[in-house]
């Protein structure tokens, strides 16, 4: 008998987060540790008219991969094949109506060791989906959510046993609820309030014990991230003015991308540029990926978490970018709908409790302090 948690987490994703709709192309994609939530997604999708298509694996994208074939095509693959453009990643992101995507990786860090310059050129060449994707989602043509479903990797990762992780992923998107939609139109009305209040402001300016930076939004338009496009969700963000910020930032939790963790960062701006880079952990990996290109170094995103039922660090950004007290920033691509025209072949989510002290002022008013709204 499927887990009533499933069932719900099915039912929010189809319903709620992408509403899929009669004729809608629906590509699904998961590993197969996620074929309970998969028949739960496509028992969904056929109730409400949509086209669904399955997409088990492909390999440039490695969090998609099955056990050991993203480690055989890195070190393997020439670097033309390197360079190769995934077709049927191209054909989803430029054509379907829906994307709903299921983390459910056996191996987290299947690539941890795998050469920097190759992940480089791999993600260089994947720069122009990317953009398809980011200007698809932000014009809404694209409806897209991505989740997780819990596996034995991701609860090693957080420390927990596997029926510990199950409780926290269902507890977080509230699938655990005899209403879970209904949490989420609340969630979504009291975030609505802070983006009202932030709506024609220009200046934010971050301190603490982590952090003493400053940035623009003059002009830029902060998201009520509220379940639509990841689940869980609970953060309001927006894109800086690309040359805006100055000052510094210590992240007080590893950085993590292609399933290396990078420890310690410490990022020093000018002109909104990155000018200083440090870590004590992985340190040669962040400089390469700042180097990826030009856009790298510049903010895409920055974003104040809002989920107190997310409380905890598991190694996953879908998760830990949402933890109640905390902002995090986003080096590289930035997201149309908030105004940002950074452009990156990455957008490398970082996170910093503000929980110890850390304040948020608003054109001088005070917006945020140690985990809590003022206004």
């Known amino acids: 008998m499927t887990d009533r948690r499933i069932a719900n987490l099915a039912k929010t994703l189809v319903q709620y987060c992408v509403s899929v709709r009669e004729g809608d192309r629906v590509g699904i994609i998961a590993q197969p540790p996620a074929t309970p939530l998969v028949g739960e997604v496509l028992r969904e999708t056929l109730r409400q008219g949509g086209y669904p298509y399955l997409l088990p694996y492909s390999v440039p994208l490695p969090t998609l991969a099955y056990r050991d074939l993203p480690r055989i095509f890195f070190e393997e693959a020439s670097d033309d094949q390197l360079r190769h453009q995934d077709l049927f990643w191209k054909i989803l992101n430029e054509d379907f109506d829906v994307r709903i995507f299921i983390q459910s990786e056996y191996d987290t860090k299947s690539l941890s060791d795998i050469p920097p310059e190759r992940l480089r050129i791999h993600r260089q060449a994947h720069k122009e989906i990317f953009d398809t994707y980011f200007r698809r989602m932000s014009s809404g043509d694209l409806r897209r959510v991505s989740t997780l479903f819990p596996t034995q990797a991701y609860a090693d990762d957080a420390g927990m046993n596997l029926s510990e992780f199950e409780d ?42 982590h952090v003493d930076l400053s940035l623009s939004i003059a002009g830029r338009t902060f998201i009520n991230s509220d379940g639509k496009q990841n689940m869980p969700s609970g953060e309001i963000f927006t894109g800086p003015v690309e040359d805006s910020a ?15 963790e990078v420890e310690g960062v410490e990022l020093q701006f000018e002109n909104g540029r990155v000018v200083k880079a440090s870590a004590k952990k992985n340190e040669d990996f962040l400089l390469t990926m700042l180097d990826l290109d030009e856009g790298a170094r510049y903010l895409g995103e920055f974003a104040v978490g809002t989920n107190n039922m997310i409380n905890r660090f598991i190694k996953k950004i879908l998760f830990d970018e949402k933890i109640g007290g905390t902002i995090h920033m986003a080096l590289g691509k930035g997201y149309p709908i908030t105004g940002s025209v950074n452009q990156s072949a990455i957008h490398w989510d970082m996170i910093c409790d503000m929980r110890d002290g850390g304040q ?10 140690s985990g809590e709204f003022k206004i």
Request: glycine share 8%.
């Open 168 to 209: 926290y992923v269902y507890s977080a998107t509230y699938s655990d609820r005899d209403d879970p939609v209904g949490e989420w139109n609340r969630i979504r009305e009291e975030q609505q309030a802070l983006v009202d209040w932030l709506q024609g402001k220009e200046e934010v300016r971050v301190q603490g014990p």
């Open 360 to 369: 948020i002022f608003v054109d001088d008013e005070l917006f945020y302090d």
């Open 246 to 260: 100055q000052g510094w930032v210590r992240f007080t939790h590893p950085a993590i991308l292609s399933g290396r």
